[in-house]
């Protein structure tokens, strides 16, 4: 899982609640992502950032907000407007978004459960 | 618009058997492809990538990788599966036109059996 880490590791909310979901990396990357994974579905990205104070929807960002103050962290806050948030949320990184040759490297995920 | 595609859920083997999982793809210009592997409840670890060169790439625990243009298939292979081998197998490609989306197969859940 390389140097990316987020936190917590499960998390239970209720409807009707905000949670924020914690990502930090150690890579000095500057790009970040946001990832939701279903079964059988494989990934889909929710919110990308390529540098600081900056970020970009991807396919499902609808109830999401995130946000980017640091280079080392991109948190991703689910709303209570998304309407079935129980997934595995995922956070990658890479050096530069502009080289196709660059990797994602991923965290250890978040299970989010509403109760 | 790109895409990948995994037309197997699940791929079973015996352990000492060579393995494949296969992947197909779609897009508009150059692929750039890779493979990610996936134990339960962690995050994607990458396994190899294909950008140019080679149309064999070598990657990471012995996996190996063979891209055929004409068949537009990038199918991950290993001449020797091993029982800790078993896991989540996803191919994705990185959309040229927007390097920042990469588009992921639904992935294959490849069991090796001792």
């Known amino acids: 899982d390389g140097g990316i880490t987020q936190s917590p590791k499960y998390l239970f909310r209720k409807e009707g609640q905000n949670v924020t979901l914690s990502c930090e990396q150690n890579?000095?990357?500057?790009?970040m992502y946001w990832y939701r994974q279903d079964p059988g579905q494989g990934l889909r990205l929710i919110y990308y950032?390529?540098?600081?104070?900056?970020?970009q929807k991807g396919d499902i960002a609808e109830g999401y907000s995130v946000s980017r103050e640091k280079k080392e962290s991109f948190p991703l806050t689910v709303t209570s407007a998304q309407k079935n948030p129980t997934a595995f949320y995922l956070c990658?990184?890479?050096?530069?978004?502009?080289?196709?040759?660059?990797?994602?490297?991923f965290g250890p995920g978040t299970r989010l459960t509403v109760l | 618009a790109q895409s990948v595609a995994q037309p197997e859920d699940q791929v079973n083997v015996a352990e000492g058997n060579p393995l494949t999982v296969k992947c197909t793809y779609s897009?508009?210009?150059?692929?750039?492809l890779f493979w990610y592997v996936q134990y339960p409840n962690r995050g994607l670890q990458f396994l190899l990538k294909?950008?140019?060169?080679?149309?064999l790439v070598k990657g990471s625990y012995g996996f190996e990788a063979e891209f055929n243009k004409s068949q537009t298939s990038f199918h991950l292979k290993k001449p020797s599966a091993l029982v800790s081998d078993s896991a989540l197998y996803f191919c994705?490609?990185?959309?040229?036109?927007?390097?920042?989306?990469?588009?992921f197969g639904s992935g294959t859940k490849l069991n090796v059996k001792p």
């Open positions: 897009v508009s210009g150059n692929p750039y």
């Open positions: 990658a990184s890479s050096m530069r978004e502009t080289r196709l040759t660059d990797t994602q490297y």
């Open positions: 950032s390529q540098i600081v104070n900056d970020f």
């Open positions: 294909y950008i140019t060169g080679d149309n």
């Open positions: 994705a490609v990185r959309d040229a036109d927007n390097f920042n989306k990469f588009y």
């Open positions: 890579l000095n990357h500057d790009a």
